[in-house]
């Protein structure tokens, strides 16, 4: 059997955490440059598909294809770790700084990753800025227009919106993180991280690393999108309500529904210790799950 117990996986999910968090500098550098590159051709390759079927629900289903190689291959994908790190800081694993230094060195990753495949894109979809007619180049010039524009013209109710996706997209992201945890196989692990995956982005959730890519590319290609448009209506809030999503509704309320389950078997198994007059032994789950 190749399944996981939740158990196993909240320890897991303390393990890599604090793995991520004590990595070299150049290394969260390198692995964000990548994870972030790989997202956006992920992200391009459903827009394709998108854009010759005409059905959202087709890029939705490619999409992850992007992120299951992130997972497999180790590298670093910001809006994981808003789950993970925050747990192992929470355990006294490792502290807020390298937590924030990861994030910080992650997110420059990222921006240098996404810049450079957005370029090199560009160039490729407008056959080196002579054509822009392609369909896709004023796809990515309208969706980063949307994803900007769109909130501002809303005023603050804009704000409060791009928060509240950007929540619902992370808490889903991340669950997809947790569940290849919860398979030993590969085949397992692709198939259950994929799942949550496809749920964020039929529903045009926010994520900020795909934002990362597609606004820069779209004013690349002409949107009419300032810098401040960018950071102030979309990628901001979007950071901080993936954050959210991730450190609360997958991170957190996933330990504390574990954790109350570990404490009830040690307590069960130290009560039938009692009755039996032999010393109590740590409950297995708790034992494995370091609480």
């Excluded at 355990?91 to 992650?106: C, D, E, F, Q």
């Excluded at 999108?225 to 991170?251: C, K």
């Amino acid at each position: 059997m190749d399944y996981v117990k939740p158990a196993e996986v909240l320890e897991s999910m303390v393990e890599a955490g604090t793995a991520k968090a004590e990595m070299s500098a150049s290394q969260m550098l390198m692995r964000g440059f990548l994870g972030g590159g790989i997202l956006a051709f992920a992200t391009t390759l459903a827009y394709t598909a998108t854009t010759q079927t005409s059905l959202a629900l087709t890029g939705a289903i490619i999409f992850p294809i992007g992120f299951v190689i992130i997972v497999l291959l180790g590298l670093e994908l910001v809006t994981g770790s808003f789950a993970l790190i925050p747990l192992s800081v929470f355990k006294r694993k490792t502290s807020l700084s390298r937590m924030l230094a990861n994030y910080g060195l992650v997110i420059i990753g990222h921006l240098i990753g996404c810049a450079v495949y957005a370029a090199l894109y560009g160039m490729a979809v407008t056959k080196m800025g002579t054509d822009m007619t392609n369909p896709l180049a004023q796809m990515l010039i309208q969706v980063s227009e949307t994803k900007t524009l769109g909130y501002q013209k809303m005023g603050f109710d804009g704000i409060v919106l791009v928060f509240i996706k950007a929540i619902l997209c992370n808490w889903m992201v991340t669950l997809g993180v947790v569940m290849a945890m919860t398979s030993k196989s590969t085949l397992g692990k692709i198939v259950a991280m994929w799942l949550p995956i496809l749920m964020f982005f039929e529903q045009g959730f926010e994520h900020a690393v795909v934002n990362m890519f597609v606004i820069p590319a779209g004013m690349m290609l002409g949107a009419d999108v300032s810098v401040a448009d960018w950071w102030l209506w979309n990628q901001i809030p979007v950071l901080l309500g993936n954050f959210v999503g991730g450190a609360l509704f997958t991170g957190f309320m996933f330990y504390w529904s574990h954790n109350k389950k570990a404490k009830d078997s040690e307590s069960s198994s130290s009560s039938s210790s009692a009755k039996s007059g032999l010393p109590a032994k740590p409950a297995l789950a708790a034992e494995k799950s370091g609480l």
